[in-house]
């Protein structure tokens, strides 16, 4: 029982910190979703309703930005549309990494150190995995016509 407690605690401190950037990734989808799905509560929907109003609304979020991606023709509007969607990532990946570092060190240097560095990783891994999931180019762009 010695030898399982550290190594659960370990376990478990890791999927909390997976759980915690996997969100910080999607930032505005999951904050627009639960914005508006508190705000239905509120409003009398239920907590059901409230639940799936949020999730609703989360996924319409992030298709849109999906949408935009893929049908915008201009490079400059889609760099502001994925900038649109990273710049919550960068400010959630910080406030987190800044939150585990003050746990961990007794430093405010060091804290704000890897408060940027957590920042910056969260930031390439949402603009990877938001950019990463969209079509390559228009469609029918890679057609072989004879």
């Given at each position: 029982?010695?030898?399982?407690?550290?190594?659960?605690?370990?376990?478990?401190?890791?999927?909390?910190?997976?759980?915690?950037f996997t969100l910080a990734v999607?930032?505005?989808?999951?904050?627009?979703?639960?914005?508006?799905?508190?705000?239905?509560?509120?409003?009398?929907?239920?907590?059901?309703?409230?639940?799936?109003?949020?999730?609703?609304?989360?996924?319409?979020?992030?298709?849109?930005?999906?949408?935009?991606?893929?049908?915008?023709?201009?490079?400059?509007?889609?760099?502001?549309?994925?900038?649109?969607?990273?710049?919550?990532?960068?400010?959630?990946?910080?406030?987190?990494t800044h939150g585990i570092a003050?746990?961990?060190?007794?430093?405010?240097?060091?804290?704000?150190?890897?408060?940027?560095?957590?920042?910056?990783?969260?930031?390439?891994?949402?603009?990877?995995?938001?950019?990463?999931?969209?079509?390559?180019?228009?469609?029918?762009?890679?057609?072989?016509?004879?």
């Amino acid at each position: 029982m010695i030898i399982f407690g550290p190594l659960l605690a370990i376990v478990g401190i890791g999927f909390i910190c997976w759980l915690l950037f996997t969100l910080a990734v999607f930032a505005l989808p999951f904050f627009a979703g639960l914005t508006i799905g508190i705000w239905a509560f509120h409003t009398g929907a239920g907590v059901l309703g409230g639940i799936a109003v949020g999730l609703v609304a989360g996924g319409v979020t992030f298709g849109i930005g999906q949408l935009a991606l893929a049908f915008v023709p201009w490079a400059w509007l889609r760099l502001l549309i994925i900038l649109l969607y990273v710049a919550p990532a960068t400010v959630v990946g910080y406030s987190a990494t800044h939150g585990i570092a003050q746990m961990a060190m007794p430093s405010p240097t060091w804290q704000t150190i890897f408060a940027v560095i957590g920042a910056i990783a969260v930031s390439v891994t949402a603009f990877v995995r938001f950019t990463g999931m969209t079509a390559p180019g228009p469609a029918g762009q890679g057609l072989a016509r004879g």
